[in-house]
């Protein structure tokens, strides 16, 4: 397995702030991805964190809204811009290993307000 | 794309009892099938998983079986105990373009009771 990190664990937010939600990985991995956990619902893929280029968003999230970094292949960053209360999830990165087992982070829990 | 459908969405059990719970995907090219378990305020943790190879693998007290012509996955806990109490989640990936992403089902509420 890997030890994945992600900062903050919680947070408040005021509405029209943006957060950034940082994701460490102990060792190398070629896929990450970043999920969203809406209160009482399932995990929905945001995007998949490209190292190098620009992250690939699935239907309904973009760049704009969602910024992804991911300089290197132990690390990553999301960023939620311009919070609105819908905005209030869980957001968790994630990272294949030893072929298709993913892992997922310790989870950011966001409550905009 | 993939979609997987869950059921039952709540599942009490007495302890000790066996708690099945069943899955379904539409994407024949999926290949992987893990299973994660989320205490409350907690990530999902990652429980078991098959490879569309194998029809059977069992660890302890989970076993998880996939039936690939169906397109149907479920996930057996046997002799539950209090602290199996949790949301279930079974989920998907591998068909052409999905790679890893995995889609998830919509989660099932498992109550063990004393």
């Known amino acids: 397995s890997a030890v994945i990190s992600q900062k903050p664990s919680r947070d408040i937010c005021q509405r029209g702030t943006s957060l950034t939600i940082q994701c460490q990985v102990d060792?190398?991995?070629?896929?990450m991805f970043w999920y969203r956990q809406q209160p009482g619902q399932s995990l929905t893929l945001i995007a998949t964190?490209?190292?190098?280029?620009?992250?690939?968003?699935e239907s309904g999230f973009v760049i704009d809204k969602f910024p992804i970094s991911r300089p290197n292949l132990t690390f990553s960053t999301l960023t939620v811009s311009n919070m609105s209360p819908e905005d209030s999830s869980i957001y968790l990165c994630?990272?294949?290993?030893?072929?298709?087992?993913?892992?997922f982070g310790e989870g950011s829990w966001l409550t905009v307000v | 794309g993939e979609n997987v459908e869950q059921h039952p969405s709540t599942l009490s059990v007495q302890e000790g009892d066996s708690a099945v719970i069943k899955c379904t995907y539409s994407?024949?090219?999926?290949?992987?099938f893990p299973w994660y378990k989320q205490e409350l305020g907690k990530r999902p943790q990652l429980i078991i998983d098959i490879r569309s190879n194998v029809g059977e693998k069992k660890d302890q007290r989970i076993a998880v079986t996939l039936n690939k012509t169906a397109k149907h996955f479920s996930l057996h806990i046997t002799e539950t105990q209090p602290e199996d109490s949790a949301v279930y989640f079974c989920?998907?990936?591998?068909?052409?373009?999905?790679?890893?992403?995995?889609?998830f089902g919509t989660g099932t509420q498992l109550k063990v009771e004393l």
């Open positions: 994630s990272v294949v290993v030893s072929g298709n087992t993913i892992y």
């Open positions: 994407d024949s090219a999926s290949n992987y």
């Open positions: 989920a998907a990936s591998g068909g052409p373009g999905g790679g890893n992403k995995l889609t």
């Open positions: 060792s190398q991995v070629t896929m």
């Open positions: 964190a490209n190292q190098g280029s620009e992250a690939t968003y």
